[in-house]
Nanobody
Framework: QVQLVESGGGLVQAGGSLRLSCAAS????????MGWLRQAPGKEREFVAG????????SYADSVKDRFTISRDNAKNTVSLQMNSLKSEDTAVYYC?????????????????WGQGTQVTVSS
């Protein structure tokens, strides 16, 4: 059982940066792949970035590649998403999610636990 709590969302101007954090409970945090997914108004929830158990493998959606960076600190039970060069298209609710597998999946249904989400709004 894992509980996830996101933080760090807010309002930022286009071109700016924002860092999201996700705090997880449980000593078995390291046995979960972690992902960030987002949902914009009127759109489907989409995969943004994922990271493996140990943090040695990462993956990104094409839309955020080279702009976003996912990382994790298993000692602190946290996962972060550094977002740079933000665009208005990045506006969405961002969710932290955990999957009971080594590598982060790209599909929403493959994740087992979810945080409540944090709002990111990028102004034009």
């Amino acid at each position: 059982q894992v509980q996830l709590v996101e933080s760090g969302g807010g309002l930022v101007q286009a071109g700016g940066s924002l860092r999201l954090s996700c705090a997880a409970s449980g000593r078995t945090f390291s046995t979960y792949a972690m992902g960030w997914l987002r949902q914009a108004p009127g759109k489907e929830r989409e995969f943004v970035a994922g990271i493996s158990w140990t943090g040695g493998s990462t993956s990104y959606a094409d839309s955020v590649k080279d702009r976003f960076t996912i990382s994790r600190d298993n000692a602190k039970n946290t996962v972060s998403l550094q977002m740079n060069s933000l665009k208005s298209e990045d506006t969405a609710v961002y969710y932290c999610a955990a999957a009971r597998r080594q590598f982060a999946p790209r599909e929403e249904y493959e994740y087992d636990y979810w945080g409540q989400g944090t709002q990111v709004t990028v102004s034009s």
